[in-house]
């Protein structure tokens, strides 16, 4: 059965850093490219990072430079650390495989806020 388990979020200052993290199940993580994705308040979810079996990564143009996605196979479990935080990253963060399962996690709230 699919499970992924977002955490990390939280309310931070623009300028700021968080580290997001998500648990996944063997069954989606292990032989697929897993990327974070994104949705603001009224706006379509968006993909922001992936991250290949193979280590190799591709960004939103949005991210790039502050955003860094990674991945530790022996624990099933996805990373993306941000810096440089802005407004506009305010979102609920969720991650998933590329192509996106149907089964989504219940994401994790960043908001960007001085």
């Known amino acids: 059965q699919v499970q992924l388990v977002e955490s990390g979020g939280g309310l931070v200052q623009p300028g700021g850093s968080l580290r997001l993290s998500c648990a996944a199940s063997?069954?989606?993580?292990?032989?697929?490219?897993m990327a974070w994705y994104r949705q603001a308040s009224g706006k379509e979810r968006e993909l922001v990072a992936l991250i290949t079996t193979a280590g190799n990564t591709n960004y939103a143009d949005s991210v790039k430079g502050r955003f860094t996605i990674s991945r530790d196979n022996a624990r099933n479990t996805v990373y993306l650390q941000m810096s440089s935080l802005k407004p506009e990253d305010t979102a609920v963060y969720y991650c998933?495989?590329?192509?996106?399962?149907?089964?989504w996690g219940q994401g994790t709230q960043v908001t960007v806020s001085s």
């Open positions: 063997g069954s989606i993580f292990s032989r697929n490219t």
């Open positions: 998933n495989k590329v192509p996106y399962s149907i089964v």
